[in-house]
């Protein structure tokens, strides 16, 4: 039953339907013209004859082809069966001579109509449902791919940086012991966040900028008089893909006070028609694309994923160092790879 209603779903597409009833209705007509007496079970016969072609010898094929050549001796077979009942045994059931549709030549260009007609249109709808199902797989084997990046993504943070906040904590162990344990507090509920962010398909901005803090307060416990980060602005209840934000604020971190350039990192959120822009600032100058670097690309794809194109991610000079801006098209939660 599946594979008919698949096979009368294909035929009813109009790159189908049309041809089937250029063909039909001129042979309708001649049936009607060229039969003696023009007897009017003589359309019955045509109209039987076009309809029982366009819906049995496409299933037909399908049902057959696959089993090799003992299928496509079944599907003429089959053909010849049903030719012969619509050009001999329907006219004599319906009281009608003989028609133009089933003289002894016409009936020979029904079964290879029948024939070549099914052979097309079936092979046809198979073709068609075997590339939906490979576009299909390829996107889901794109988005299995997508999703073992992301994740490798969403799992970022910079070992450098982890050794160096651990060290530090182990510094201050020897110190200062209630520096050190909040500093191993914020690190720990910081790793948390990420690893919850792995298994969410999007989470509120607010708590993607809540992560960032986080980030910028531990870099700001390892060297206090070297950071000066902030974040400000009005998330509201947009959602995110997890982590987005992540790797363009640790870059702003890198690239900015821990490669030695002085100036505040600063993230500011503001909203509008076009969707809520997100912009990141820090001190250090815009030298372009950094050969090898993974982070940007990848905040781009996941951009381009989550919003079919409508979001945006522009890196470039600005007044004091480098701006990075992330542009979130309103409307509903990202479509994320989970």
Known sequence: MALIASTLQALLAPRRLVPIV????PLVVAQHRYSP?????????GLAMCLVFALIAPWLWRVTAPRGWLGLAVYGLVGVAVVAGLGLVLPAAFGVGRTFLTEDASLLVALALFLVGGWGLGRDIDLEASLDRERARAEALAREAERAQLLALRSHL????????LNA????????????ERAVLRLSAMLRTILDGVRLPAWPLRRELDLCRDLFALHAVRDPGRFDCAVDGDPGDILVPPLLLLPLAENAIKHGPSAGHRGPVRIHLSSGTSGVEIVIDNPGPYTGPRPGGEGLHMARRRLDLAYDGRAALVIGPAD??????????????????T
């Not at 007496?37 to 359309?43: L, N, T």
């Open 169 to 180: 904590i182990a510094e201050w162990c020897r110190t200062d012991g209630e520096i050190a």
């Open 158 to 165: 910079d070992p450098h940086f982890l050794f160096n906040t």
């Open 320 to 337: 004091h160092g480098t701006r990075a801006v992330v542009t979130i098209p309103p409307g509903p939660a990202p479509t994320v790879v």
């Open 22 to 25: 250029l063909v039909s209705v």
């Open 37 to 45: 007496a023009r007897d009017p079970g003589a359309v019955v016969v």
